[in-house]
């Protein structure tokens, strides 16, 4: 399964986006997809999961702020963004896990202005 990341973009603080991951087949029986992120010149980090069996869990950066959630009928993981803050600018990716692979998509440019 590819994954391609939309949704990013240019925002001021305070504002929302929602990030899209599209996949290219069925995401029912994915044991969970993830949400990263990562900051100019520093490693990727998780910020959010939902597991197969709708189990969701954050990072306490983004915990109240962002919501994940998933559409199996258009094969779409989503991430929303609310009360965008500076820190927040990164390249977000998504990620899919199975027992036997794992996927990644491109990464989307989120940049929130002060």
């Known amino acids: 399964v590819q994954l391609q990341a939309y949704g990013g973009g240019l925002v001021q603080a305070g504002g929302s986006l929602r990030l899209s991951c599209v996949a290219s087949?069925?995401?029912?029986?994915?044991?969970?997809m993830h949400w990263y992120r990562q900051f100019p010149g520093q490693q990727r980090g998780w910020i959010a999961a939902?597991?197969?069996?709708?189990?969701?869990n954050y990072a306490d950066s983004v915990k109240g702020r962002f919501t994940i959630s998933r559409d199996t009928a258009k094969n779409t993981m989503y991430l929303q963004m609310n009360s965008l803050k500076p820190e927040d600018t990164a390249t977000y990716y998504c990620?899919?896990?199975?027992?036997?692979?794992?996927?990644w998509g491109q990464g989307t440019l989120v940049t929130v202005s002060s």
């Open positions: 939902i597991t197969g069996n709708g189990n969701i």
């Open positions: 990620n899919a896990q199975t027992r036997t692979w794992a996927s």
């Open positions: 087949g069925s995401i029912i029986g994915i044991d969970a």
